[in-house]
């Protein structure tokens, strides 16, 4: 359904940059001028890029045919949402990687991310309804989410349940047995 590099690579990546952070504030603080702090941001970047893809991916992995006219239109905004919320995250991380980057405005800070989980999770709910995806799938991505709301000391144990909630992904549909959006 989606390729390899986009749904596995991006929890892959995840987890690099949050065992960089963590080994990073091992002495209690965080070197923001760091190669630790660094090349885990450009990780932690390129995760989210490619969360961004996968939202377009999972929308475009969604049968079209003979879906309801409001199905279809929760999934358009369900990718909008997390193509945006993702867009919000790339724009932090810039900021954390450049101080001299315009902070994103509080209001997004805190919506961004929100849009981003529900948009996901929106859609692979939509996949599962479609019968193309377990129900665990979503189930583990709100677990990997969760456990970054808890502490973000955790990211590298989400970027595990984001990578087995992403596996199934990967399967190939089932036209003849799915029903359509």
């Known amino acids: 359904m989606t390729p390899p ?15 960089l952070r963590l080994i990073d504030g091992w002495d209690g603080h965080h070197d923001k001028d760091g190669a630790l702090w660094n090349v885990g941001h450009v990780c932690f970047f ?8 996968l939202t377009v991916h999972v929308y475009r992995a969604l049968p079209p045919v003979h879906g309801t006219a409001a199905r279809r239109r929760v999934a358009l905004a369900a990718a909008v949402a997390g193509v945006f919320g993702a867009a919000c995250f790339l724009w932090v991380i810039v900021g954390d990687l450049f101080a001299s980057f315009p902070e994103l405005p509080d209001a997004l800070q805190i ?3 929100a849009l981003f989980q529900v948009g996901m999770l929106t859609l692979l709910v939509l996949l ?14 709100v677990a990997a989410f969760t456990a970054i709301g808890v502490n973000l000391d955790l990211i590298p144990l989400a970027a595990v349940l984001l990578f087995a909630g992403l596996l199934p992904l990967g399967r190939s549909p089932h036209p003849a047995t799915s029903p359509a959006l």
């Open 5 to 19: 590099l986009v749904r596995l690579g991006a929890p892959v990546l995840l987890f690099v940059y949050g065992t």
């Open 46 to 53: 390129v995760a989210f890029a490619l969360l961004a893809v």
């Open 111 to 113: 919506a961004g991310p």
């Open 128 to 141: 599962v309804l479609a019968r193309l995806v377990p129900v665990w799938s979503p189930v583990l991505v």
